[in-house]
């Protein structure tokens, strides 16, 4: 192996001073030289200056040293000042270890530590990270206790608590008794009134406010897009003097929601910088609306540009390779996960892979990866089932199903709807009867119009032309367009004129303008050579001003 040569030692010889440990401590770029400096600091005895060690304690942080190894250093202190404590609580809180900022806390105070102005916001913080809110009232008492309630950053930190506990009087209690405000201090009461849908007094409070940033911005019209009013916030937008990248984010986050891909689009050239969140925003929007491909063009962009995806951009990804059906994009993304350090053992990651290889037909990849899930939930057996189903093995997604029960996880609706999918596929008549009355009296599932259409598909396949159109007038609600084109689609199977006609004029009455209708009751006319009855139907077609869409092949 090759040899690399060792950092140059700092030169600590003869250090005269604190000022010169001080010196050399802010010279310290390497953890080699960190523990030079700390050694020497032993040697001279000088490991209860609190001063001396809470810079160097800053230092073991932003050289990204473990916190055991600084909290070690803080606990041979045997009266640390306030400063010290606040330097290794904000060492916790820059790490987001907030349950032991909190205990740090409790531990400086039972230790005789006097909290000041800068110690509470760093507790407050944890308290609302994790939305303590008994926690955060009892350090809100000790804000009181300590004669620190009147300053600002303190106060803010009081309000961004309570906003996200949900508890809007104490919020604003705290708010209406602030002596001095800042920016922040109203942002954080704005985005308190946004956090429980009180848009009327957000917008209210926002429009008083004596000057406004980016961020009180964004809190407003991030409100109004989260309760689906995309109108008022794009107008809120569009007054913006400034924007940022959670502004464009936020928007193109909306309209993917709504489905407005094209304002989507738009927002996401017009930005000037382009975060990972607006990438994913626009990826994801894409594949939830049905256009994978476009998802995946993103993606490549975002690729060539050397963005790193995360996880939720790459789950997005798979989604739309679910939906191509990609194999070659499918096994590109396996092999992406497996190269990267995502944990794949997260639920929704490993999900969405096996969704994807079962879906692009890599049914051996997909079922290791679901073998080797330690606790497998309804949505990796679902995915599973359906790839099964889909790929001609109805009997195994059967046999699946039936496992999935046995260890008991209990089947929802769309659960339902794939194994009944699986049924159809399969032409197992009798096991799709048995879940589909198992979904009302064991598991007391209405049956939707889609698990009609899927019964009334098993049956029409199977031959079951009576039977399936029985159970489409026994519907307690009036079946849908798809259930009678499936009993349409059986009837020219075999060849059943009669019934074809009574549910193709179901038909024409749901979709009058849609020509499948008209081309398959055609061609029961036709497989029965009963031309005229052909002509006749044309001649309605053009007197309805129904028109066929001509088919086409690529290769």
């Known amino acids: 192996m090759p040899s690399f040569p060792r950092p140059p030692p700092i030169q600590i010889a003869r250090p005269r001073s604190l000022l010169s440990l001080l010196t050399l401590i802010k010279k310290c770029k390497l953890r080699t030289q960190l523990h030079q400096v700390h050694s020497h600091i032993i040697k001279k005895g000088l490991e209860q200056d609190s001063s001396l060690i809470s810079h160097f304690i800053s230092l073991c942080h932003s050289l990204a040293i473990p916190l055991s190894y600084s909290t070690a250093i803080f606990n041979r202190i045997f009266n640390p000042n306030t400063f010290l404590w606040n330097t290794l609580l904000k060492g916790y809180s820059r790490n987001s270890r907030f349950v032991e900022v909190f205990s740090l806390f409790i531990r400086m105070i039972r230790e005789k530590g006097v909290p000041d102005k800068y110690t509470f916001p760093l507790v407050i913080k944890a308290c609302s990270s994790k939305f303590g809110l008994r926690e955060g ?99 809120l937008f569009d007054e913006m003097p400034e924007r940022n990248v959670v502004s464009y984010t936020t928007m193109i986050d909306g309209y993917a929601k709504a489905g407005d891909m094209a304002s989507a689009r738009f927002l996401f050239e017009e930005a000037s910088d382009r975060d990972i969140f607006a990438w994913s925003a626009l990826i994801s929007g894409y594949a939830q609306n049905g256009q994978p491909n476009k998802a995946v063009e993103i993606f490549s962009e975002m690729y060539s540009k050397n963005v790193k995806p995360d996880e939720f951009i790459l789950v997005s990804l798979m989604s ?71 790929h001609g093995h109805g009997s195994e997604a059967v046999s699946l199903f039936n496992k999935m029960i046995s260890e008991g996880l209990t089947p929802d609706e769309v659960a339902f709807t794939i194994v009944l999918t699986a049924c159809s596929h399969a032409g197992l008549v009798e096991e799709g009867w048995r879940y589909f009355e198992s979904m009302q009296n064991t598991y007391s599932i209405v049956p939707s119009p889609e698990h009609y259409a899927c019964m009334v598909d098993l049956l029409g396949r199977t031959g079951h032309l009576k039977a399936a159109y029985e159970l489409l007038i026994s519907m307690p609600v009036e079946p849908h367009a798809s259930a009678w084109g499936a009993l349409l689609g059986a009837c020219r199977l075999h060849s059943d004129i009669e019934l074809g006609e009574l549910v193709a004029n179901q038909l024409f009455e749901l979709e009058p303008q849609n020509a499948g209708s008209y081309v398959l009751l055609s061609n029961i006319y036709a497989a029965a050579e009963q031309w005229l009855d052909v002509s006749l139907l044309r001649n309605k077609m053009k007197e309805r001003g129904v028109r066929k869409i001509p088919g086409c092949s690529s290769l």
């Open 137 to 235: 009232s009892s350090v809100h008492a000790s804000v009181i206790r300590w004669g620190v309630k009147d300053d600002v950053y303190v106060g803010t930190s009081l309000i961004d608590l309570y906003g996200k506990c949900k508890e809007i009087l104490c919020a604003r209690k705290v708010f209406d008794e602030m002596h001095v405000k800042n920016v922040v201090s109203w942002t954080a009461m704005v985005f308190g009134y946004v956090s429980v849908w009180n848009f009327v007094e957000a917008k209210r409070l926002f429009d008083l406010m004596p000057e406004r940033n980016v961020a009180s911005w964004n809190a407003l019209i991030g409100g109004l897009v989260k309760l689906g009013d995309l109108r008022s916030a794009r107008n």
């Open 320 to 390: 739309a390779c679910s939906q191509v059906g990609s194999l070659e994009l499918a096994m590109w993304v396996d092999s992406y996960l497996s190269r990267s350090q995502m944990d794949l053992t997260r639920a929704h990651v490993i999900a969405a892979l096996i969704d994807m290889n079962a879906k692009c037909g890599n049914m051996d990849r997909a079922a290791k990866l679901f073998e080797t899930m330690p606790n497998k939930d309804l949505i990796s057996y679902c995915s599973m089932i359906q790839g099964l189903s889909i």
